[in-house]
T-cell receptor, first 111, second 111 residues
Framework: TQLLEQSPQFLSIQEGENLTVYCNSS?????LQWYRQEPGEGPVLLVT?????EVKKLKRLTFQFGDARKDSSLHITAAQPGDTGLYLC???????????FGTGTRLKVLA | EAQVTQNPRYLITVTGKKLTVTCSQN?????MSWYRQDPGLGLRQIYY???????DKGDVPEGYKVSRKEKRNFPLILESPSPNQTSLYFC??????????FGDGTRLSIL
């Protein structure tokens, strides 16, 4: 079974701080997705990255796909309490319809 | 409203008593999938379906069955549930290269 490892597993920071979450694998993926999950709900897609080295921005969130398409990072600038949640990365391979999810990073931003 | 609906949302049952978790989507998506989410393990894919009458195993299919008789429905069947199947289950659907839409989850407790 392919494995996607996320780090850190837990992160508690003060409002206004910056943070980075990492997603690493030994596998090469066709694309990689980042999701955020709130308690009692399913994951909601934040972004999909497809090209090695690709950088995408979503307001204060910056996503990067590694050059070799094996890893990704999520950077949050000036975190807000509303950013609190479980962040999940997921990788897939074109044409297989199989998805591998990371173990998750639980973020808590304190006001 | 586009949505993936799972039922029941919560279920407490006993070992060996057959149960079915239903999943229905109203977006005419070809692809549907079942995941289980456990602490420290992230989401793991159980089964997926690329279209009607086409299903395939994910990473953790043991103890589960699925069927895809209609495009909108993808029930998950536990013929003889065991305590190690206590988990939070999510159904998801998508089409083409569109992102997966997740249901709100079903929390199963098997005593």
């Amino acid at each position: 079974t392919q494995l996607l490892e996320q780090s850190p597993q837990f992160l508690s920071i003060q409002e206004g701080e910056n943070l980075t979450v990492y997603c690493n694998s030994s596998s090469v993926f066709s694309s990689l997705q980042w999701y955020r999950q709130e308690p009692g709900e399913g994951p909601v897609l934040l972004v999909t990255v497809v090209t090695g080295g690709e950088v995408k921005k979503l307001k204060r969130l910056t996503f990067q796909f590694g050059d070799a398409r094996k890893d990704s990072s999520l950077h949050i600038t000036a975190a807000q309490p509303g950013d609190t949640g479980l962040y999940l990365c997921a990788g897939d391979w074109t044409g297989t319809y199989k998805y591998i999810f990371g173990t998750g990073t639980r973020l808590k931003v304190l006001a | 409203e586009a949505q993936v609906t799972q039922n029941p949302r919560y279920l407490i049952t006993v070992t060996g008593k057959k149960l079915t978790v239903t999943c229905s989507q109203n977006m005419n998506h070809e692809y549907m999938s079942w995941y289980r989410q456990d602490p420290g393990l992230g989401l793991r894919q159980i089964y997926y379906s690329m279209n009607v009458e086409v299903t395939d195993k994910g990473d953790v299919p043991e103890g589960y069955k699925v069927s895809r008789k209609e495009k909108r429905n993808f029930p998950l069947i536990l013929e003889s549930p065991s305590p190690n199947q206590t988990s939070l289950y999510f159904c998801a659907s998508s089409s083409g290269d569109q992102p997966q839409h997740f249901g709100d989850g079903t929390r199963l407790s098997i005593l």
